[in-house]
């Protein structure tokens, strides 16, 4: 009984760690594809500036 017990409540606490992992793996990947964008906006911006500015010969 008592080791029925130990090996369900093992079992639960598995299954939320799984759970919880892959939540916080979601949660990740969402963040790098703003994080992506956001860069890569940032990459636009600097090419729109570099565009705008002329070479200057020394």
Same mark, same amino acid.
């Given at each position: 009984?008592?080791?029925?017990? &130990? ?37 636009? &911006?600097?090419?729109?500036i570099r565009?705008?500015?002329?070479p200057?010969?020394?």
């Amino acid at each position: 009984m008592v080791e029925n017990n &130990i090996k369900n409540t093992i079992s639960e606490l598995i299954n939320e760690i799984k759970t919880t992992t892959e939540n916080n793996l979601s949660n990740l990947e969402q963040i790098m594809e703003v994080l992506i964008d956001k860069v890569n906006n940032i990459e636009n &911006i600097l090419n729109q500036i570099r565009s705008k500015i002329k070479p200057t010969i020394y």
